[in-house]
């Protein structure tokens, strides 16, 4: 279940997606939004309209800096497979200005912007882009009490550029739309 801390509208569509559209008071950038799973327990995160040209973060900290500014994080970056995988929240809704939709029934994350989609599910190797279906080498997981996804696919599909620093082992996403 879904709720908004000020009335912002909130739907489930035919296919189970939740779809949110922030409220936001003047001069407000935030709105925070609260996700409560299956065995009652809550998580409240800010949801974010503003675009973050630069994301760095270090697989396994709590803090991760938005532009260059620290700030605390739920849940850190984790590893699989070689790959590094994020917490939707605050990673990747601080940085991709689109819309977020889950389908429980299917266990599927579906972000949108503009003419760009990709849906990812959980457990699966199968996700699509615009309709196209794509083959992942590490599946989305749950992982202490969130909902984890590979990073740079999600990323790449809305344009980010995705490096891997080895000097530092952190992960820099920029914004490279513009």
Same mark, same amino acid.
């Given at each position: ?18 779809? *949110?559209?922030?409220?936001? $008071? &003047?001069? %407000? !950038?935030? @709105? ?10 809550? =998580? ?21 800096? *938005?532009?260059?500014?620290? $700030? &605390?994080? %739920? !849940?850190? @970056? ?10 939707? =929240? ?89």
């Amino acid at each position: 279940m879904f709720v908004a801390d000020n009335d912002s509208a909130m739907h489930i569509d035919a296919f189970g997606y939740v779809f *949110f559209t922030p409220k936001l $008071e &003047p001069g %407000s !950038n935030t @709105v925070n939004v609260s996700v409560q799973f299956p065995d009652n327990t809550k =998580q409240t995160f800010p949801y974010s309209i503003y675009n973050i040209d630069t994301l760095e973060v270090k697989p396994g900290d709590l803090f991760a800096k *938005f532009d260059g500014e620290k $700030e &605390p994080i %739920s !849940n850190p @970056v984790i590893i699989r497979n070689s790959r590094s995988l994020g917490n939707i =929240q605050p990673l990747i809704m601080r940085m991709v200005p689109g819309s977020f939709g889950y389908d429980a029934v299917t266990k599927g994350l579906t972000i949108a912007y503009k003419d760009t989609s990709i849906s990812l599910f959980m457990n699966k190797t199968n996700a699509y882009i615009n309709g196209k279906e794509i083959v992942l080498d590490t599946p989305p997981i749950y992982y202490y009490r969130g909902a984890y996804f590979p990073l740079r696919i999600v990323f790449e599909t809305f344009d980010y550029k995705v490096l891997w620093n080895s000097k530092s082992h952190s992960i820099i996403v920029t914004n490279e739309k513009e």
